[in-house]
């Protein structure tokens, strides 16, 4: 058996967790200041009245405006962080947690594999001398094999993404402020107007920031990247669950699933 960093080695060797703290700090650093931006009295957010997310007794324009600029400022946590890097920052973190993240779905299937590389597990056979299954090791089995089938799907996923360029962090990032956006019939123009707004707020580092490369270069990708995981996290529902797996024990494998893949994903 080769030897595996443990998780805490793998931390230590990539230091995420540094990179995870400057994300809480920026966001407390700057969530006024995003908050201005987006609610300034010549943004085009206030073209919309987003009345359909509020209680019918809430009838004041200004409350409706201030629901939505607070649903949105959430969605930007990471992307406020990374407005905040070079271009030269932002490639580099991103590579970092991509290596940090892929390294620990290694360790962790490699740790798997051999678990259920043992079918004797606890129960070593004899001649002529059948053993009873051992119901709690079966249990265990079915869940490890659960969990081998997700590892490996994140691992297929992280070999086909894209190569990490300095946009990336911006693209995976901001998927969930630009669909709250489109659900909310925020128009296309707006949109990119807002954005726009954003940047030359923050000063992010990237001349090519103009219209057509917003919504080409950030605005697309940055929709495809919150699509698909929408659509894993949705599909892991749909898996066929071992019959030694009650219905609670189901439910929180699937949401344990779901937070490892938002968080492995996350850069």
């Known amino acids: 058996m080769k030897n595996l960093l443990t998780t805490k080695q793998l931390r230590s060797k990539y230091d995420p967790d540094t990179v995870l703290r400057d994300i809480d700090s920026s966001?407390?650093?700057n969530i006024e200041k995003i908050k201005s931006c987006i609610a300034h009295r010549d943004s085009p957010i206030h073209n919309y009245n987003i009345v359909q997310q509020l209680s019918l007794l809430e009838t004041d324009p200004n409350e409706h405006h201030?629901?939505?600029?607070n649903d949105l400022l959430f969605t930007l946590k990471d992307a406020i962080y990374f407005m905040g890097l070079s271009k030269k920052e932002r490639l580099n973190t991103t590579q970092k947690m991509r290596a940090y993240y892929s390294?620990?779905?290694s360790n962790y299937l490699e740790r798997v594999k051999v678990?259920?590389?043992d079918p004797e597990l606890l129960a070593p056979r004899?001649?002529?001398d059948p053993i009873p299954k051992h119901k709690g090791i079966v249990m265990v089995f079915d869940i490890l094999m659960f969990i081998k089938k997700d590892l490996e799907s994140e691992q297929r996923y992280r070999?086909?993404?894209?190569r990490a360029g300095h946009l990336t962090g911006l693209q995976i990032s901001m998927g969930k402020f630009f669909n709250n956006l489109k659900s909310n019939s925020v128009s296309q123009k707006d949109q990119i107007t807002i954005v726009q707004n954003l940047f030359n707020s923050f000063g992010v580092d990237w001349e090519e920031g103009d219209r057509d490369n917003i919504k080409l270069s950030l605005q697309k990708p940055a929709i495809e990247y919150y699509n698909k995981i929408n659509k894993d996290v949705q599909n892991i529902s749909g898996y066929h669950y071992p019959k030694s797996l009650n219905d609670n024990m189901i439910t929180n494998m699937i949401e344990q699933t779901v937070i490892l893949k938002k968080r492995i994903r996350r850069f």
């Open 66 to 69: 201030s629901h939505l600029v």
């Open 126 to 128: 004899q001649l002529n």
């Open 115 to 117: 678990l259920t590389q």
């Open 27 to 29: 966001y407390e650093k």
């Open 103 to 105: 390294g620990l779905i």
């Open 159 to 162: 070999r086909d993404m894209p």
